[in-house]
């Protein structure tokens, strides 16, 4: 029997524009953004619900979604039974503590005994509890930014990532409790089938993935400085090698991180390499 498989996506929020264009970036069609709650991939065995987040790690539990996207940060709060298959690579956030900006801080003893308003009481206490700390966990489900200043709270512990909402609201981050970005999880037990399309479905990830890691260098290089240059190029394996019209000189192609290209490229300069191109690359597959 044909099966498809069932993805819940954040409806809309933070997750939601990435989510949709990864999906894109495998070639999986789908309607999004229409304000419908499913839609059906047009040339991909899958059907998309569209959800609030925090719901997603419920159904994918359940069996309702086989799949989901989340923030792990949402994923490990909820505690539900699903399998982490793969790491996004976007949303990436943290989950901190943060005190009035004019507060003495010494250390994490100093939150003994207050007051701490967060949307993460389980993160926040499994925290506490491991640093040895008894403090007040207040939940509240939104706006936790703005508890000390209306004194419900002495802290907080809330999602970071640039700090400007904290700096915005004059608070300081002192403890950094977990590190998250957006996540794929599994039911815990898929079928054979819908293995095999879960399976299907990370190859292409893993192509997009690497692609973006990764950039196409074309330059071109007297032939002496070829064995030098080669050296920078930790390419997928040698670089190709081509002569040029001009006696001496090749032109050189290869496949190069770009971490690596940003911190190779002066030397790549200087071992004689000019008319360097960097071209993007859609698809890696190794
Ligand atoms: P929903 O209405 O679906 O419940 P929400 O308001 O709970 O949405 P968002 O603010 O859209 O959630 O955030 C979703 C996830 O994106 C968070 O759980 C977190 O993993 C990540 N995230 C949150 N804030 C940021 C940020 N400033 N930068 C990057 N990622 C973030
Ligand atoms: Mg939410």
Known sequence: MASSIRIALQKSGRLSEDSYQLFKACGIRFDYGTGKLKSVSSNFPAEFLFLRDDDIPGYV???????????ENVS???GRQ???????????????IAIPRGDVYNGISDLQ?????????????????????????????GSVEIAPSIGLAEAVCDIVSSGSTLMSNGLKEVETIFRSEAVMI?????????????DQLLFRINAVQAAKNNKYIVLNAPNT???????????????????????GWSSVHSVINENA??????????????????????KMIN
């Open 61 to 71: 539990e359940d069996g309702v979604a086989d799949l989901g996207i989340v923030g």
């Open 186 to 198: 599994a039911h815990a037990s898929l079928s054979s089938d819908k293995q095999a399309l879960l």
């Open 82 to 96: 699903v399998t982490t298959v793969h790491k996004l690579g976007f949303s990436k956030c943290r989950l901190s």
């Open 261 to 282: 290209f940003w911190e190779n490229i002066e030397a790549i300069r200087a071992a004689g390499a000019e008319g360097i191109l960097v071209v993007p690359i859609e």
């Open 113 to 141: 005994g207050k007051n701490i308003a967060t949307s993460y009481p389980n993160l926040l206490g499994k925290y506490l509890t491991g640093e040895g700390v008894q403090a007040h966990i207040h939940e509240i489900s």
């Open 225 to 247: 400085a070829i064995p030098a240059i080669a050296k920078l190029l930790p390419g997928m394996k040698a670089p190709t090698v081509t002569p040029l019209a001009t006696e």
């Open 76 to 78: 490990v709060e909820t």
